[in-house]
């Protein structure tokens, strides 16, 4: 996982945004093939639901001028 904001020490992992469309797009894969369930499905809805949060506090975040920063 990144450890630490990206503009103070560079890329070194995975953040939560990109780990959440890897597993969206992997749910996406199961409920269009063989493994369609409505617990996909389920789990395929909190996952956007998730990185829709991630994104609007990354907007938020941008808008007070602290994303990229340790800033809170």
């Not at 939560?16 to 409505?38: C, K, M, N, T």
Request: proline share 3%.
């Amino acid at each position: 996982f990144q450890n630490g904001p990206i503009n103070e020490a560079g890329v070194n992992g995975i953040t939560h945004e990109v780990l959440l469309a890897i597993l969206i797009d992997r749910l996406e894969g199961f409920q269009s093939g063989p493994y369609v369930s409505e617990h996909n499905d389920a789990a395929l809805a909190h996952c956007r639901s998730a990185l829709g949060c991630l994104v609007a506090r990354t907007a938020g975040r941008v808008e007070r001028g602290v994303e990229g920063t340790s800033a809170v």
